[in-house]
């Protein structure tokens, strides 16, 4: 899928690809569902920022990408210690991955 934004508070637009799954493991198609949320946003006026909310303070907001970064580094450590093979213990996964 490619997407049109800036990543992680840049300022300048770029395209970025981003690897999907349509089909789910247990059949379900998940390119349907991104495509009609895709759809449901544009009939709300929202054409940019991340797709999901989160809870903060009682309110909700829209989640940002860098609210996303810890827990996709701790799921990328545990890959790491359990198969070294895949992520190399030499890379920072901080530093260097997402």
Not at 48 to 53: D, E, T
Not at 76 to 92: E, G, H, T
Request: proline share 4%; hydrophobic share 40%.
């Amino acid at each position: 899928m490619i997407l049109l934004g800036c990543l992680k508070r840049k300022r300048e637009e770029k395209f970025y690809c981003q690897s999907t799954i349509f089909i789910s493991r247990s059949g379900i198609n998940l390119k349907v569902w991104m495509e009609r949320a895709l759809v449901g946003y544009t009939k709300l006026g929202i054409t940019l920022g991340p797709r999901f909310k989160t809870t903060v303070n009682g309110g909700t907001r829209w989640v940002t990408f860098a609210d996303l970064d810890d827990p996709i580094h701790n799921i990328l450590l545990k890959v790491q210690k359990l198969n070294p093979r895949l992520i190399p213990m030499a890379i920072s996964v901080h530093d260097e991955l997402v």
